[in-house]
């Protein structure tokens, strides 16, 4: 089993100024008024139009639709920052600053607090990645939410089987890892940490799994008994790193999850290429 199933279990000038010199008096008639400068006006931020009733709220199991594409799935630049619905709310996604209503982003999944990486601005607003849905974004209004700072990034390299963990743009640790295979690829593209699960089985080294946001590109590909799953990244009982074999997700050393558990925080982006 390697996509993580089930529910999430619960486990952030002063100016130097020297003696006044004689200035010559102007000619006359030379004199000319500088003109006032005049501020640009601030551009407005985009109305958000009211949430219909019976929007749809994203779930472990079930994501938004009518969401866009994310822009730029493979950006080299870091999410530092993540939005957090305020506790016992939650906040509308919409398709575009000032656009449609899509879907409710909960404060948390599972009994797990929500947290999603910031990914753009514009006027007011802020784009996020969406749980439950792959290489998609959604828009956000401005209240009913705190901004909180993400330090780390988590990135795997598919051809060398490589997972690197960085902190502050500086890279702290990387190991060697198992990926997806070709019938049930590790998704490319940037997702993040949702939240902890923990699973029963010796598979796992005993240890919790980082389910991810992401979810099998080919849901039909990894079979019945994990409809529904994540992909995420968990220890692996036995040595069998550098390998094409999961179904889509990233097994680990157990010393190495155990340092992601110790040290990532949900909402810390993950970066999967190839």
């Known amino acids: 089993m390697a996509i993580v199933a089930g529910v999430l279990a619960l486990s952030v000038t002063g100016t130097g100024c020297g003696s006044p010199k004689r200035r010559a008096a102007p000619a006359p008639h030379s004199s000319v ?38 822009p730029t799935p493979m950006s080299d630049v870091q999410a530092t920052t993540g939005l957090r619905p305020a506790s016992g709310s939650t906040v509308v996604l919409y398709d575009a600053p000032g656009g449609v209503p899509r879907a409710h982003l909960p404060a948390d999944i599972s009994g797990v607090p929500v947290t999603v990486p910031v990914v753009g601005r514009q006027t007011g607003w802020v784009a996020v990645l969406t749980p439950t849905a792959n290489r998609t974004i ?106 094409n074999v999961s179904n889509g997700c990233v097994r680990m050393p157990p010393a190495a999850q155990s340092v992601l558990l110790a040290e990532i925080v949900p909402g810390t982006e993950v970066m999967v290429v190839d």
Do not use: M
Not at 33 to 60: D, F, K, M, Q
């Open 33 to 70: 008024a500088s003109p006032t400068p005049v501020a640009s006006p601030a551009e407005p931020i985009p109305t958000a139009v009211a949430a219909p009733a019976g929007l749809h709220t994203i779930s472990y199991l079930t994501g938004p639709e009518g969401l866009p594409a994310d």
């Open 138 to 243: 959604g828009w956000v209004p401005p209240g009913g939410w705190t901004e909180v700072p993400l330090r780390d990034r988590l990135v795997v390299k598919r051809s060398a089987h490589q997972l690197t963990w960085y902190r502050d743009g500086q890279a702290k640790e990387t190991w060697t890892v198992t990926i997806g295979s070709s019938a049930t690829p590790t998704p490319l593209g940037r997702t993040f940490v949702l939240g902890r699960s923990t699973l029963p089985g010796s598979v796992y080294a005993g240890l919790d799994v980082l389910a991810l946001g992401a979810v099998p590109d080919d849901r039909e590909a990894v079979g019945p008994e994990l409809a529904g799953a994540h992909v995420g990244i968990h220890a692996w009982y036995r040595n069998e790193f550098g390998r």
